[in-house]
């Protein structure tokens, strides 16, 4: 009994894991990103005072030579009026002593600081080598200076505050848009897991034990192996949904990186998401090859058109965004065994591929019957996303497109930019 009760809850735990990787590794991934920006802050804020110093000292030249320091007081002053991350501006002469101290609106905080002497120009002229005949004459040969003495200093000291301010800002709100999306998943996967852990506990008490006596009457002999059928059939749609969701973070993942600043920062979360995609591609890969047995049994069980409206609910599970409708539905109907099989599988990969990668609104299955001798019936899959190819292999389209040949089908692809049409068609009998 207690390996009973505690089994739900173990494979619970490991899909509940699962599936908050990915949010893990995104929140790791903006960590990084974050502590990159902050060292490329530091080294932008060294390169704005280290150009800020050489143009003060130009302009505090002729202020320090004359011994007037309105001059300078004004530049310094324009300058901490303009660029809110100077922390203070000091100007000493050749001595060391302050000539011109201002401070800036932020306090220095550790910030980085550079110092620039402050130099003469002095004309390098030489009155006895002229080219020229006469001083009075136009000399064409390009006046020339050299370095004079040190008249003084320039030092300024850069605040990081309002930069670490902006920073942190961002990273608010990069990390609320990862746990947003990774509590939404959590939240998937465990209803997900709840529902089918309800789902497994009605089966088990419902399937004969060793030591439970069968029920009596031959007629409820067969309800346990109809209610094994609906709950596996259960149980794979959402996985389905679920493998859709974990693919859908890793595209959001994917365009956090496309967000960042950092080249480094980017490729970091682009090798995030690509692990992310080969999980859920593993994922997908295990829904098909569960599902495929219980095919035949579904579509004989609910019919045609049932499970195709099953297949819709579950796309609309998996993609709320985009509105799933069927119209002429009930032609279904005219399809059976092999051949009703084959057109579900057919629904399926084209609906797998609407959720998946179309970034569509709207997707509509459309049924009806073309009037012509033998009578036809064409089915449509029309979807209005500008996403991108299907993600089908080549194997899988080769497959698809012998079993529909098998059935007498012809399929046809088109693609616009107003989105995609998947159609095939195939002889009926009227009825």
Not at 204 to 216: I, R, T, V
Request: proline share 7%.
């Amino acid at each position: 009994m207690s390996h009973h009760m505690h089994r739900p809850w173990a494979w619970r735990g490991r899909l509940l894991m699962a599936a908050s990787l990915p949010t893990v590794l995104a929140l790791v991934a903006v960590l990084g990103l974050h502590v990159a920006d902050e060292a490329q802050g530091q080294r932008e804020l060294q390169a704005r005072a280290a150009l800020l110093a050489a143009a003060l000292a130009e302009a505090s030249e002729y202020g320090l030579v004359s011994g007037n320091p309105a001059a300078v007081d004004r530049s310094v002053r324009e300058l901490l009026a303009h660029d809110g991350a100077i922390a203070s501006i000091d100007i000493l002469d050749a001595s060391r002593r302050p000539f011109v101290s201002l401070a800036g609106r932020q306090r220095p905080d550790g910030g980085p600081a550079v110092e620039r002497p402050v130099r003469s120009s002095v004309p390098d002229i030489d009155f006895f080598d002229r080219p020229t005949p006469h001083v009075s004459l136009v000399d064409a040969t390009p006046p020339s200076f050299r370095p004079g003495p040190v008249l003084g200093y320039v030092r300024i000291a850069m605040s990081v505050a309002s930069a670490r301010a902006a920073q942190r800002q961002r990273l608010v709100v990069q990390l609320g848009i990862v746990a947003a999306a990774g509590l939404a998943g959590l939240l998937l996967v465990a209803h997900v897991a709840g529902r089918a852990g309800a789902q497994g506990q009605a089966l088990q008490e419902a399937l004969p034990g060793p030591n439970k006596p069968l029920p009596s009457g031959t007629p409820s002999e067969p309800a346990p192996a109809s209610r094994h059928r609906r709950t596996a059939r259960r149980i794979v749609g959402r996985l389905d949904a679920a493998s859709i969701a974990l693919r859908l973070s890793a595209g959001h993942a994917a365009r956090l990186a496309e967000l960042s600043g950092s080249e480094e920062g980017r490729q970091q979360a682009h090798d995030v998401a690509l692990r992310v995609l080969a999980v859920a591609d593993h994922l997908s890969a295990a829904g098909p090859t569960l599902f495929e047995p219980l095919r035949a049994q579904i579509v004989a069980e609910l019919g045609l058109q049932g499970a195709v409206e099953d297949l819709l609910g579950a796309c609309t599970l998996a993609h709320p965004a985009c509105r799933f409708t069927l119209l002429g539905g009930r032609l279904l109907g005219r399809l059976e065994g092999d051949r009703a099989a084959s057109v579900h599988r057919f629904l399926h990969d084209a609906l797998a591929h609407v959720v998946a990668c179309a970034d569509a609104t709207e997707a509509e299955v459309s049924v009806e019957v073309v009037p012509k001798l033998p009578p036809t019936l064409r089915i449509v899959v029309r979807d209005n996303g500008p996403g991108e190819q299907s993600r089908m292999s080549s194997a899988q389209a080769a497959r698809l497109d012998e079993q529909l040949t098998a059935i007498g089908a012809e399929i046809d692809r088109q693609r616009s930019v107003a989105g995609s049409v998947l159609a095939i068609t195939l002889p009926v009998t009227v009825g």
